[in-house]
Structures are given as structure tokens and as C-alpha cells.
């Protein structure tokens, strides 16, 4: 961690900044790979449920909704290898890599500062905390909202795929277990559609948080999936 020192016009010092490397590249790269991912799989996920109700031309030379389920077939095999990957990364990176995957609500300190990032991002107070990760809040937010149904759309979704290329594949023989829980697949359909609105309301929440953090607590949020610095301003005003 380094922490430099701004001075003003008058020569006194105004702020002060503290550098922490948090995120490490292959958290990083993981960030950008699901965001990618997400953005393939929600638009092509869409048209599956909501196919076109008709394309131009001859049927016999239209593939089109065969290259929508390309596309999303392919961009879910990508999810669920970097999530693998991910997962592993859990037991070898910082202690930063491996805050998504659980939420310690056993300590009274992490419920404390929870209730206390509570209020802050209701508007009931102005003190924003300093975390060089993930604070509480936002620690339960992604691991209910994001690493959850993330896990769940991976499943789901090989055991849809395996319900429609066969029986003997080895999709069907890793995941087919789903359809014991749940005989009916429109069921499963449907939980799989509706985890993604789930991932997308988390998505557009994680935006807005980013971009809130930046302005209102002086604390980097968007850079730090960059560079993997985490940078915070203290102002002495």
C-alpha cells in the first residue's frame, strides 16, 4: 500500500491518497469474461424464450435462431470454465479473491458495518467506510445476487442442453440429476429465465454502485477492475 500526499495552490496539504493492489489479473480478467459472457447469453437467452416470429427467405437455407443458440450455448461453455477457473482461484489468490463466495454473518463486526453501509447507501448517513475490498454490504449483495445465481444458471443451463442433445451425453450424466428434483423441464425453463432477470437487476444495481462509490466516498471502484489498484481520498477540509 502507498499513500501520497496532495498539496493546493497554497502549499498546505488539501487530501491525501492511499494505493492498495486488491484485485489481482485474474480476477480481473474473470470480471471482464462475465461481463461479456452475461451480455451474449441475456440477448441471445432472450430470442430462445421469445423466438422471432418470423425471418425472411426460404426456411431450408435460414439458420438464424441456430446461430442465436450457438452463440448462447457457446458463451455459457465460456461462463462455466472461467467460473471453474475462478473457483480455484479462490484457494490460491488474496484474501480479496474469495470475499463473493461466502458471507461471514456470524461476526459481529461484519453485521455491524453491514447495517452501517445500510444506512449509508439509504441516504441516513454521509459517513462512508474504507474497504480495500468488498465492504459487507456489497460482500452479501454479490455473493446472493451474482456468485448464487451465476452457479445456478451454470447448472441449469448444462442440464437443458443435455436434455436436448440425449440422454448419454455427458451433460445429461453430470446435471440430468436437476429433472429427479424437478420431472417437469418447463419448470426448469423457467427458473433458468427468470435467473437471469436476477443476474440483470444485479447487474444494473453493481453499475450504480460502482459509479455512486466513485463520486460520493472518494473510493475507486470502476479503475480498480483495470489497473487492480483500490484508491481512496481522505479530504482534511
Same mark, same amino acid.
Given at each position: ?10 502549499? =498546505?496539504?488539501? *487530501? ?10 485474474? %480476477?480481473?480478467? !474473470? ?12 440477448? @441471445?437467452?432472450?430470442?430462445?424464450? *421469445?423466438p422471432l416470429p418470423a425471418v425472411?427467405? =426460404? ?24 467460473? $471453474?477457473?475462478?473457483? #480455484? !482461484? ?13 458471507v461471514p454473518f456470524w461476526s ?5 458495518? !453491514? ?15 474504507? #474497504? ?37 451425453? !455427458? ?18 425453463? @423457467? ?9 440483470? $437487476?444485479? %447487474? ?10 466513485? $463520486?460520493? *466516498? ?20
Amino acid at each position: 500500500m502507498s499513500i501520497s500526499a496532495i498539496s493546493n495552490a497554497d502549499g =498546505e496539504r488539501a *487530501s491525501e491518497h492511499e494505493n492498495a493492489y486488491v484485485y489481482e489479473a485474474p %480476477v480481473r480478467l !474473470w470480471h471482464w469474461i462475465n461481463a461479456f459472457c452475461i451480455l451474449v447469453l441475456a440477448l @441471445t437467452g432472450y430470442f430462445i424464450g *421469445s423466438p422471432l416470429p418470423a425471418v425472411p427467405g =426460404e426456411a431450408s437455407v435460414n439458420f438464424l435462431m441456430g446461430y442465436i443458440r450457438f452463440a448462447h450455448f457457446a458463451a455459457g461453455q465460456i461462463l462455466a470454465v472461467a467460473l $471453474i477457473l475462478r473457483i #480455484y !482461484w479462490v484457494f490460491v489468490g488474496n484474501v480479496h479473491a474469495r470475499q463473493i463466495f461466502y458471507v461471514p454473518f456470524w461476526s459481529g463486526r461484519f453485521r455491524s458495518e !453491514w447495517l452501517h453501509e445500510l444506512r449509508f447507501y439509504t441516504f441516513l448517513t454521509g459517513n462512508a467506510l474504507k #474497504y480495500a475490498g468488498h465492504s459487507p454490504l456489497s460482500q452479501s449483495v454479490m455473493f446472493l445476487m451474482f456468485t448464487l445465481p451465476l452457479i445456478f444458471m451454470v447448472i441449469t443451463g448444462f442440464a437443458l442442453y443435455g436434455e436436448g442433445i440425449g440422454h448419454d451425453s !455427458w451433460e445429461y450424466r453430470l446435471f440430468g440429476w436437476l429433472f429427479w428434483l424437478s420431472p417437469n423441464s418447463q419448470a426448469v425453463h @423457467t427458473f433458468h429465465h427468470l435467473g437471469m432477470w436476477v443476474i440483470l $437487476i444485479f %447487474v444494473m444495481i453493481h453499475i450504480y454502485v460502482a459509479v455512486r462509490e466513485d $463520486i460520493v *466516498s472518494c473510493h475507486s471502484i470502476i479503475s480498480s477492475m483495470i489497473s487492480g489498484e483500490r484508491l481512496s481520498k481522505h479530504n482534511e477540509d
